[in-house]
């Protein structure tokens, strides 16, 4: 199923963050001591939070409010992306073979870090092997593009130590949270634009523009993961 991308870019943001929310529950405070937490397996659900959103001009705050009417109060879907790591400098748009663009005059996007599945990873799988064009560290973020659930970013939290015949370019990660769903070996992992279907939290109070006439016009958005696919 198809949703809208986030236009980012078109909205300048003064702080973005990204985390994961429902990693751990809390029994809380009990009478002998402390409370004990309890981590989920799923691994928790992505929030975006994007604040000090300028709108500068008119037009701006009229494409934000467009915008929050076709999220229908968070019932709408949008495909929103992770553009926090400086560390990915993507190459530029390039044209066809002929130098000709697409007929809306866009290009093809360049990839600068190429990246696959070496093997298949069932339901909930937080430990596979990637194979990469990049030495991978930990705390790179990427996505897969699932036929049901369709794009969610995970992100490494660990490489393991490689295992004897593995190939120079294959690392052993543990990422989170774990697989929304079961991936197939030679599926691309997307380093350059991780991007996940989410859903705008409380599209009232704060985001709506708040317009000081002639001088400032700012929102605020944030984002969940969405798992509910509605229409």
Not at 128 to 150: D, K, M, N
Request: contains cysteine.
């Amino acid at each position: 199923m198809a949703f809208e991308d986030f236009p980012i870019e078109a909205f300048p943001v003064e702080a973005l963050r990204w985390r994961l929310l429902g990693m751990s529950a809390s029994g809380g405070s009990t009478l002998g001591g402390p409370g004990q937490d309890a981590e989920f397996d799923g691994g928790g659900w992505w929030c975006a939070e994007m604040t000090g959103i300028d709108l500068g001009d008119g037009q701006a705050i009229r494409n934000m409010r467009a915008l929050l009417l076709r999220s229908r109060g968070g019932v709408g879907r949008w495909v929103v992306r992770m553009v926090d790591d400086a560390l990915v400098v993507l190459p530029p748009p390039v044209p066809h073979d002929d130098e000709s663009p697409f007929d809306d005059d866009s290009l093809y996007d360049g990839n600068a870090i190429a990246a696959t599945l070496v093997d298949d990873v069932g339901l909930r799988g937080t430990s596979y092997r990637i194979q990469c064009s990049i030495a991978l560290t930990g705390g790179e973020a990427f996505s897969l593009t699932h036929p049901v659930h369709g794009r969610r970013i995970y992100m490494i939290a660990k490489i393991d130590e490689p295992e004897e015949g593995d190939a120079e370019d294959h690392y052993r990660v543990f990422a989170l949270p774990a697989l929304r769903e079961a991936a197939l070996a030679g599926d691309e992992c997307d380093f350059d634009r991780p991007s996940c279907v989410m859903k705008l939290v409380d599209p009232g109070a704060e985001s709506w523009p708040t317009v000081t006439p002639g001088i400032e016009a700012k929102a605020a958005l944030r984002f969940e993961e969405a798992f509910d696919i509605l229409t």
